[in-house]
């Protein structure tokens, strides 16, 4: 396992190093508190074609490695949360069309996604229905050539902004969850509305909205996979979300770090930096180890997905762990800047705010540890 950079990734990482630098970064707190959609910031990530970072080149992606995509997103994600989460989340339904879908649906669908010229989004999470899967309420009836839709998803990320939806229904409610069926489904197809947009602690510029459908006609054509897929298109795409997650985790740790270290230099107390202080250079220590552990369990379990080898269990350490990091290290980022650090003249306060979230999205850590152990169970007992 070699994590040396190829030429190909050393060039893409020091593009987007320079565009997060002069563009997302000194626009991050702006773009946060604005509590509205990034436009422009997603923009620029189509034109950078960075949102079809591992789809082949025949459907308009660039054709790399998902441990790419991993290091591109941690990139954006040091430098503009929102923005990184908006570039997490549009995978969610890029990986499924190009996992599970058609060659028309992915001429239809994938393209223009991987082009960033659609965003897309995930359904999954419902009231009643979301570590268990199984309990998906939304039901999808054939009729003729078409499935009838009705049910409710909530907190779902890019929500009303995307154009395309992966969508997951029972198709056979007395199955659970071998009844289950994914769908694409488009903005702007009659019977599917939005419903409201949940007032978080932090990300107030990302939507997380209800998808709400009544009766909403999806074409046979827009069935991913075959019926009754939906539970293996669900968790494959937790799979590569929870590496997603780690990569946010990743990202908003080393920001924290980033801030806090040279914070500990400037800030004097007693007539000497902090940062010449045991107490604090022990919680610098701590935060940079705990981060780079966390990089290197995100990195290994990207790269078991791009060898095609049982990823699984790698992914959910990998979330456990790093969302858990960039809680420890976010809080010691506040605590280092001591009574600032409890204000929004600073980052750290958002940076702990945003933390939290990724401790709980994609299967909490109970279920990350759930998912585990029961790994470690079969393989070792």
Known sequence: MDFTLTEDQAAILEHVKEFCDEHLAPKAKETDEAGVWPAENVAMLGQLDLMGIPVPEEYGGLGMDFLTWAMVGEELSRACTTTGAVFGAHLLAVFPIL???TEEQKQKYLVPL????????????????????GA????????????????????????????????????????????????????????????KNE????????PN???????CRVPKENLLGREGAGFLVAMRTLGVGRI?????????????????????????????????????????????????AARLLTWRA?????????????????KLYASEVAMRV????????????YTKEFPVERYMREAKLFEIVEGTSEVQRMVIANHVIRELG
């Not at 909205?209 to 009766?215: A, C, K, M, P, V």
């Not at 790269?303 to 080898?309: E, F, I, R, T, V």
């Not at 976010?330 to 650090?341: D, E, M, S």
């Open 244 to 292: 997603g997650m780690a990569i946010g985790s990743v990202g908003v740790a080393r920001a924290a770090l980033e801030a806090a270290v040279p914070y500990s230099k400037q800030r004097h107390q007693f007539g000497k930096p902090i940062s010449s202080f045991q107490a604090i250079q022990f919680m610098l220590a701590d935060m940079a180890t705990e981060l780079d």
């Open 302 to 318: 990207a790269w078991l997905k791009d060898q095609n080898k049982p990823f699984e269990k790698e992914a959910a350490m990998a």
């Open 136 to 195: 998906v309420a939304t039901k999808a009836v054939r009729d003729g050539d078409d499935y009838i839709l009705n049910g409710t998803k909530i907190f779902i990320s890019n929500g009303g902004e995307a154009q395309t939806y992966v969508i997951i229904a029972s198709t056979k409610p007395e199955r659970g969850a071998r009844g289950l069926s994914a769908f694409i489904v488009e903005k702007g197809t009659p019977g599917f509305e939005f419903g």
């Open 330 to 341: 976010t809080t010691k980022a506040v605590q280092v800047f001591g009574g600032y650090g």
């Open 114 to 133: 991987a082009k960033g010229e659609h965003i897309g989004a995930f359904g999954l999470t419902e009231p009643g229905a979301g570590s268990d899967a």
């Open 209 to 215: 909205r209800e998808l709400i459908f009544t009766d």
């Open 199 to 206: 007032k978080k602690m932090a990300y107030p510029s990302l």
């Open 99 to 101: 996992s599970f879908g």
